[in-house]
């Protein structure tokens, strides 16, 4: 079936330096994509989203591209911190699924200090 | 804003029993809330979508008797695990939602150990 995945489960970056997560995802249909940030033992936290009509959203520190051609989403985070240390999951919203939720495997950041 | 609430944060229970978790959205009305699980170093995996005053839908493969879900108010859905046993060990999420192209919000998690 459809799937959203991510190309790599651990990611070090050293403090200061930019941190790049990538995800792929397979469904041409969906329109809307979301990074979370989950620290170990709590909820996920929502960071950025995004939507199929745009292909590049800012937030504070963090920047999401979307490349529909190629099915491909990344999350850009400058000047990484410690506290920036978690794992990262795209998603997908399949609208047309009833606003359901589909998960990537989640990338680990570690900040080196 | 954006608050979303579980309780209990943490649960043990002997095997058989049953164990209620509840998620709550503080600052607004949630017309659909989510349940996911999450084995340990794992990604979210949705149980059920839940619509306020409806019968929630369930995923291929979760059992709706086992899992029961109530969503009785725009702000408040309860879990059920029913006659638990050791492999319902997990990490329990909600997620609450204002309607259709809103964003999911997360609970902390409740994590449920059966003894």
């Known amino acids: 079936g459809e799937s959203v995945g991510l190309h790599l489960p651990t990611l070090s970056v050293q403090e200061g330096d930019n941190s790049i997560i990538n995800c792929a995802y397979s469904?041409?249909?969906?329109?809307?994509f979301i990074w979370y940030k989950q620290e170990s033992g709590k909820g996920p936290q929502f960071i950025i989203d995004?939507?199929?009509?745009?292909d590049k959203r800012q937030g504070q520190r963090v920047t999401v591209l979307l490349n529909k051609t190629v099915k491909h989403l990344s999350l850009q985070i400058a000047a990484t911190q410690p506290g920036d240390s978690a794992v990262y999951f795209c998603?997908?919203?399949?609208?047309?699924?009833?606003?359901?939720?589909?998960f990537g495997g989640g990338t680990r950041v570690l900040v080196k200090p | 804003g954006a608050v979303v609430s579980q309780h209990p944060s943490r649960v043990i229970c002997k095997s058989g029993t049953s164990v209620k978790i509840e998620c709550r959205s503080l600052?607004?009305?949630?017309?659909?809330m989510f349940w996911y699980r999450q084995f340990p170093k794992k990604s979210l995996m949705l149980m059920a979508t839940?619509?306020?005053?409806?019968?929630?839908?369930?995923e291929q493969g979760v059992e709706k008797d086992k899992f029961l879900i109530n969503h009785a108010s725009l702000t408040l859905s309860t879990l059920t695990v029913t006659s638990a046993h050791p492999e319902d060990s997990s990490f329990y999420i909600c997620?609450?939602?204002?309607?259709?192209?809103?964003?999911?919000?997360f609970g902390p998690g409740t994590r449920l150990l059966v003894l």
């Open positions: 997620s609450a939602s204002g309607g259709a192209k809103e964003t999911q919000y």
């Open positions: 469904n041409s249909a969906s329109d809307y």
């Open positions: 995004i939507r199929s009509n745009m």
């Open positions: 998603a997908e919203n399949e609208e047309a699924a009833g606003n359901k939720l589909t």
């Open positions: 600052d607004f009305q949630a017309t659909t």
């Open positions: 839940s619509n306020e005053g409806s019968k929630a839908t369930y």
